[in-house]
């Protein structure tokens, strides 16, 4: 089954910095945007970022814009993170829109518009 792997996640304290990964064994990312999405148990996903290699753009949440950065290339899409807080802890997930839509700075990713997703790397942040 074709799917996407996250690593680089950890337990880091807060103030710390962290860097998530996210690969495909056999495919190019670039075909496709990624975004990142972020759970806590008994919510819904939560799109927080997004890159789109064949044109540049890029979409921050809120609640991580000015901290958290998304990079990448056809290889791999990183998610760096910095000045993390207990709030930022929760299982996070990389995700493609196999339909081709773009990434939309003014719109945020929805999990519903996703269709391969990689199993999840936990981030835990202590006070």
């Known amino acids: 089954q074709v799917r996407l792997v996250e690593s680089g996640g950890g337990m880091v304290q807060a103030g710390g910095s962290l860097t998530l990964t996210c690969t495909a064994s056999?495919?190019?990312?670039?075909?496709?945007?990624v975004a990142w999405f972020r759970h806590i148990p008994g919510t819904e996903r939560i799109g927080i970022a997004c890159?789109?290699?064949?044109?540049?753009s890029k979409y921050y949440s809120d609640a991580v814009k000015g901290r958290f950065t998304v990079s990448g290339d056809s290889a791999k899409v990183s998610l760096h993170m910095t000045n993390l807080t207990p709030e930022d802890t929760s299982v996070y997930y990389c995700?493609?829109?196999?339909?081709?839509?773009?990434?939309?700075?003014?719109?945020?990713?929805?999990?519903?518009?996703?269709?391969?997703w990689g199993q999840g790397t936990q981030v835990t942040v202590s006070s």
């Open positions: 995700a493609q829109d196999l339909r081709g839509y773009n990434c939309r700075e003014d719109y945020p990713p929805f999990v519903g518009s996703y269709q391969r």
């Open positions: 056999d495919f190019s990312l670039g075909k496709y945007h």
């Open positions: 890159l789109d290699m064949r044109d540049g």
